[in-house]
């Protein structure tokens, strides 16, 4: 284990520890514990907005995932890859302005305190919480393995120790802090993700020569690792349509990033997290992806496709500089698991127990001290049950990565985007949406039928907008008299 590599590592994870001990002593909770544990009182200005976003949505699946597939299929992934370019812009902008309005005007905390206020349905809101939950843990398993790997690979230690080291990591200064913490450590991360992103590349190229004589072993290794398809035919037109709708348009129904829409302070702020947040995620997408390409010309055997981001990083970069892109990943890693565990403790503590469960507990002489140990015990438990899931991990995290992504915009896609944007959108079409859309994209992924190599994301996005607009057709909004209204 090589001190040097673990100095900037150490140093970061410090760092993380002390914007999370920062964010819980400068809380403001004039509004409440929760609305400052849950969206941060809404202060977020224009470049943490992009930092917290562009992080969020940058996970082990970037910076890991992606990487690998990109290793096994060529420079066609790194095309393929750069179809999310606007996925931030396309969140903010579709999402962003309307839904701070309405959270607002509601009070809404979370992404079902929305839904409520749209629909006022218990039903669509216990269905979405209980749905976010069982997505989120999926999406969770997949960083902690991330997490766990990168570190196995690195320092030596054994994936159960480096899982249990980032496991308590994460779960420690989440809980610490809150959404506060979260949105200014994932500044902190954004930035190390970028300056791990160009050190690598810049590592790749002057170990391999040049780009021009690294895109020639690959064509040595195999001609297809160059062609805009990949080995076999495998990145095809319709996959390529149905990855773009997976991890680009999709992303507007992911409630960890849709909750960001909530929490900014002005429109000023939205318009410059805008902008920032897509150079930075084309920035990244490029780099990592590229890198990962690029590696199968230095290392063209290697055990796991995962593997090839922390074995470049030990094979091209000096020790202290490979400590600093350790630090990237992990950035990526960590940032995008707070922000779902957070929301998932939400999605515990306010959607289900608060609102159903035990809502005195909201009213109680002592509530601004019960809910914060409340909080706790919740993001420590939900923490917990994954780690154990984590502990007998897939061999490729991509493709569970992305199987969760198509069951969140399943379920949440179309009532967000129609409720928002549809006057006539009412609970039943919503309801209809949620369980057509996912009983369809589980099915789809469990008989796997030959659609001529289209995701099973687009017809469950068709089955669920039929299923919306007909339920909605059928039993519509009722009409309100001016005395009801």
Not at 98 to 103: L, N, V, W, Y
Not at 268 to 283: D, E, N, Q, W
Not at 292 to 314: F, K
Not at 424 to 432: E, H, K, N, P
């Amino acid at each position: 284990m090589n001190s040097q590599l673990l100095i900037p590592l150490v140093l970061y994870l410090v760092a993380v520890f002390a914007v999370a001990l920062y964010a819980n002593r400068k809380r403001d909770t004039g509004n409440g514990f929760l609305t400052e544990y849950l969206v941060g009182n809404r202060s977020m200005g224009g470049f943490v907005l992009a930092m917290t976003l562009a992080s969020t949505y940058a996970s082990a699946s970037s910076f890991i995932g992606g990487p690998g597939a990109a290793y096994k299929m060529g420079l066609g992934w790194v095309l393929l890859a750069m179809i999310q370019l606007p996925a931030a812009w396309l969140t903010l902008g579709v999402l962003g302005k309307k839904f701070a309005i309405e959270a607002r005007r509601h009070n809404a905390l979370t992404l079902n305190d929305i839904l409520y206020a749209r629909y006022k349905n218990r039903g669509v809101v216990i269905f979405a919480s209980l749905a976010l939950l069982l997505a989120f843990f999926g999406t969770m398993v997949v960083q902690f393995v991330g997490g766990a790997r990168l570190l196995q690979t690195v320092t030596g230690l054994s994936y159960q120790h480096g899982l249990m080291l980032f496991a308590v990591t994460v779960g420690l200064y989440t809980t610490i802090g809150g959404f506060r913490a979260v949105v200014m450590t994932d500044t902190v991360q954004g930035i190390m993700m970028i300056i791990g992103t160009i050190a690598l590349l810049v590592g790749i190229v002057h170990a391999g020569g040049s780009v021009g004589e690294m895109i020639h072993t690959l064509h040595d290794i195999d001609p297809a690792l160059i062609s805009p398809y990949g080995p076999d035919q495998f990145l095809s037109q319709p996959f390529m349509l149905s990855f773009w709708v997976l991890v680009c348009f999709g992303v507007i129904g992911l409630p960890h990033a849709a909750v960001r829409c909530m929490s900014y302070k002005s429109s000023g702020s939205l318009h410059k997290g805008m902008v920032i947040s897509t150079a930075m995620v084309a920035l990244l997408m490029l780099g990592m992806h590229l890198a990962g390409a690029l590696g199968r010309a230095l290392v063209p055997d290697i055990a796991s496709p995962d593997q090839i981001m922390p074995t470049l990083m030990m094979t091209v970069l000096p020790p202290v500089v490979a400590g600093v892109f350790l630090a990237g990943p992990m950035a990526a890693i960590m940032s995008t698991i707070d922000s779902q565990l957070i929301q998932a403790s939400a999605t515990l503590l306010k959607d289900l127990y608060l609102n159903y469960i035990n809502p005195q507990a909201l009213t109680a002489p002592d509530a601004e001290k019960r809910l914060p140990k409340l909080s706790l015990w919740v993001t420590g438990i939900f923490s917990l049950l994954v780690f154990i899931a984590a502990t007998n991990p897939p061999d490729m995290i991509i493709w569970l990565n992305l199987l969760a992504f198509g069951g969140m915009q399943a379920v949440f896609l179309w009532p967000l985007v129609l409720g928002l944007y549809w006057k006539r959108a009412s609970a039943t079409g919503a309801f209809a949406s949620m369980i057509c859309g996912l009983v369809c994209y589980i099915g789809l992924s469990v008989i796997k039928p030959d659609m001529g190599g289209i995701h099973a994301i687009i017809p469950t996005l068709l089955v669920g907008l039929i299923a919306f607009v007909v339920g909605s057709l059928v039993k519509p909004v009722p009409i309100q008299t001016p005395q009801q209204a």
